[in-house]
C-alpha cells in the first residue's frame, strides 16, 4: 500500500505546488483522493488520466476536488475514452464542479456514489469506512485499510471531534489537516485543526506515523511539527508534492 502525495497547499497553491492530493495505490489498484487545485498535472506526470480506478472526495470546497473537472475532461475528450469514473463524495459536493461544463459533456464521464458515514464499503481491494467530521460544509473522513490490513486514515477539512480518534485508532498512517501550526483563529474553531490538534489526535489514537497537510500558504514547516510533537512522539512529517509513504 503506497501513499503519493501530489499537494498539500491548505486554500490555493502557492508557486509550483498543489492543493490536497493524494493517490493510494494497492494491488495495482489507484484511487485518487481529493482532487484539489493544480493536483492534475502532478497526477498526470506520474501516469495517464485513463489509469485512475476511483475518486473519492473529502467534502465540496474547491481546493480539495476543483482538479476533478480536468481529470474528467482528460478522460471523456481523448480520442479513446475512458470508462467512467466512479467518484465517491458526501451528497451534493460534486455540484459546483460538475456545473463548470454543460451536464452532457461529462455525464458519461463518471458514475457518481454518495458517501455515507457509519457505513462500510468495499473499494476495490479496500475497505472502506467514513466519518462525518465538522467543517463548513459537509466533510468525510475517510478510512481505507488494505488488503493487508494496512490503514491509511485521511481527515479531509475538520475541527474537533471524539470521531477523529475512532477514524485514526491504530492507522499505520494518519494523515491530518494542520491549517495553523498552534491554534486555529476563533471563528474557524469548530472548523478547522492545527498541528498541536493532530498530534494530540495521533497520540490518542496510538497512530504509526502522521502526516501534516494542508498548512495554510506561506506557513513554515518547523512550527508545525514543533507543535505536533509537543504531544506526538511518533514519526511525524509534512505532505509536501512527491512525498511517498509505503506501508509494508
Ligand atoms: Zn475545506
Redesign the pocket.
Known sequence: MRLTVLGGCGAWPGAGQACSGYLVEEEGFRVLVDPGYATLPRLLALMGADEIDAVLVT?G?P??CADLNPLLRARALADDPAPPLPVHAPPGALDAVMALDKPRMLAAALTRHDLRPGLPSELGPFRLDTFDLP???P?AGLRLTGAAGRVIAYT??TGPSTELVSLAKDADLLLAEATYPERVPEEDAPYLSSARDAGRTAASAGAARLLLTHLWPGTPAEPALAAAAASYTGELSVATAGVTVDLA
Open positions: 467534502h470546497h481546493d480539495h467543517h463548513h460544509v466533510n479531509g477539512d
